[in-house]
Structures are given as structure tokens and as C-alpha cells.
């Protein structure tokens, strides 16, 4: 699978040519660090001085390398296809390589990073149900209305909640028929490709 970077990614990864195999080494520390700990002008202004560039440029080309390596580690795109990718970005070839290998050894903990920003979604513990039908009130004596009331038990970081919902049976069978339609397009060889990169 390869990278599709948008030409203002290219843009902005077309400064790594003009500078020293060192600094791009450096620009890919910066690049993890960033993921860690968030951005820090004082560290483009530095780099910046020392280059004799504009702080910006610094900036959007440790963005675009963040993003390559990102992109990629989410993806967890094979030494081939991560060499094909930057391939078409027409660098040198000592360039490719020290891009693959800043991939290589940083892959493992970018995942890491990515998976501590993922936010933590509650899962599904347990169900009860009950159907409670209306046949008449005061002031309609023959009425059918039709409640199914969930009461659904989730988990998160150990903690148990409740929520209970209700709603009217056509609804239901409406809901129960996309996730029906939800969970046969899981099995279709696209989905199933998604889901093996993203682990």
C-alpha cells in the first residue's frame, strides 16, 4: 500500500533535499518529539538561525515529515511500499534511506503515541430489554403503542455505566437492520484490508 501525499505535503518535505543527512536526522527527532509533547517554536526558531532559513520553512517541513512518518506507521506500510512512497518525491537515494530507516526505528513508538491519543471509547458489557405496550388511555380508548426500552451496560477503564434508551419498534428494526448492513460490509475484502492496517 502506498502514501498518497498531497502535493502540500510535497511542498513542504521538498526542503529535506537542501540541507545536511544530520539534519534531517535531526528534523526526524523533532518529528517524534512533536507527536510526544506537542509543537515548540523555540526548537524551529533554533533550527531556523542555524540553517539560515525562515522558521516557518523549519516548521512545515518537520510537519511533513511527522505526517510521512505518521501516515505510515498507522498504515504500517512494508519497507518496499515506504521506499516507493518517497520514491516519487524525487529525492536522492541516501535521502530515501535515511527516511526509511528514521520509519524503521521509530515506527513502534509512534504507534505507541498514536494508541495513547486514541480516545477511550466505552465497550459493551451486557443488554436488557422489556416491551411495554400502551392499549388505551383516557382519552383513546383503542390505541397500540409500542415502547422497547434498552437498558444497555457498558465498560470503561473498569468503571461500569448504564444507559437506558427507548424507542418505538420501527425505529429498532431500522437500527438493527444497518448494523445488520454495517457488519456484512466488514466482510468485503476492502474493509477487512482497513482493519488489518490498523492494527
Known sequence: MLLDLSEEHKEHLAFLPRVDSAVVAEFGRIAVEFLRRGSNPKVYE???????????????????????????SKLMISELDFQDSVFVLGFS???????????????????????ELAPDLPSYHSLEWRLDVQLASRSLRQQIKPAV??????????????EVLQTDPATLLHLVQKLEQALEEMKTNHCRRVVRNIK
Do not use: F, M, P
Open 46 to 72: 533554533g533550527a531556523a538561525r542555524k540553517l539560515n532559513v525562515s522558521s516557518d520553512t523549519v516548521q512545515h517541513g518537520v510537519e511533513g515529515l511527522t505526517y510521512l512518518l505518521t501516515e505510515s
Open 149 to 162: 426500552t434498552i437498558k444497555l451496560h457498558l465498560n470503561q477503564n473498569g468503571e461500569h455505566s448504564t
Open 93 to 115: 537515494e541516501e535521502l530515501n534511506r535515511l527516511l526509511l530507516q528514521l520509519y524503521l526505528d521509530n515506527r513502534k513508538e509512534i504507534r505507541t503515541i498514536l494508541s
